[in-house]
């Protein structure tokens, strides 16, 4: 492990002109975040470079450019979270995804809605509110976890390294104030599951028709619960 540490310090360091203090501290990072993220080294930095140039083209495309919208990347594959006014803008950010991964993306679009039921600054409220929620539960590695918060839909991105990590994550953002509704794109990796497995899921979450880019703000299904394990409102998880 100690040898793992050095030589991703001494790659930073000869990769880039920054001091020797700024190159040990960026490669701390980059250890710290790949100990706490489910993901080898090799996809976390494929994911932050496909994430970077998928912002860059939305943001240089004359549609997309003013949407609100955000990407990222998890094993390749685009997850995209925002709100249009059309069909069309929905669908110009699919493609985009699609031509820069290579893959099909997961979209949670949804029609820009009147701003007297969720403000952006309720938006606002709810991420930084979450994201502190996380920060203090401890069977959550918060930086795995990314969240935004879209008409006060609180949408959860992230690999982490267990179901009990998924439902901790899950129960902070129903229990947000302001939350309306909560759709999770978490995946686990699960004790003894496969990169299979998780890539598997992914793709089904991928499976959308194009009239469901868009979504209508309609009541979610119940998530199934197994038989010996209590619906995960009725208590906190535990530390």
């Not at 008409?151 to 992230?158: D, E, I, K, R, Y």
Request: charged residues 25%; hydrophobic residues 40%.
């Amino acid at each position: 492990m100690k040898q793992y540490i050095t030589a991703t310090v001494l790659i930073l360091l000869l990769m880039t002109s920054c001091s020797v203090g700024s190159a040990i501290r960026s490669g701390a990072r980059t250890v710290y975040k790949t100990a706490v993220d489910e993901r080898s080294l090799k996809h976390i930095l494929n994911d932050k470079k496909l994430t970077a140039l998928l912002m860059e083209k939305i943001l240089a495309d004359d549609i997309t450019m003013v949407l609100d919208a955000s990407a990222k990347c998890y094993y390749g594959y685009p997850f995209i979270v925002g709100q249009c006014d059309t069909l069309e803008e929905a669908e110009r950010l699919v493609t985009i995804a699609r031509q820069v991964t290579g893959k099909p993306p997961v979209p949670y679009i949804l029609k820009k809605g009147d701003e007297r039921f969720c403000t952006i600054t309720d938006d606002l409220r709810i991420t930084t509110e979450l994201n502190a929620r996380l920060v203090s539960d401890s069977a959550v590695f918060s930086t795995n976890v990314y969240v935004k918060s879209v008409q006060c839909h609180a949408v959860l991105l992230g690999v982490v390294g267990s179901d009990k990590a998924v439902q901790a994550a899950e129960y902070h953002a129903r229990h947000t104030p302001g939350v309306k509704k909560v759709r999770s794109f978490l995946l686990s990796t699960g004790s003894g599951r496969s990169w299979e497995a998780v890539l598997d899921t992914i793709a089904e979450m991928a499976m959308k028709d194009d009239d469901e880019l868009i979504t209508d703000d309609q009541p979610e299904a119940p998530a199934l619960q197994p038989p010996d394990q209590a619906p995960i409102e009725e208590a906190p998880p535990a530390p």
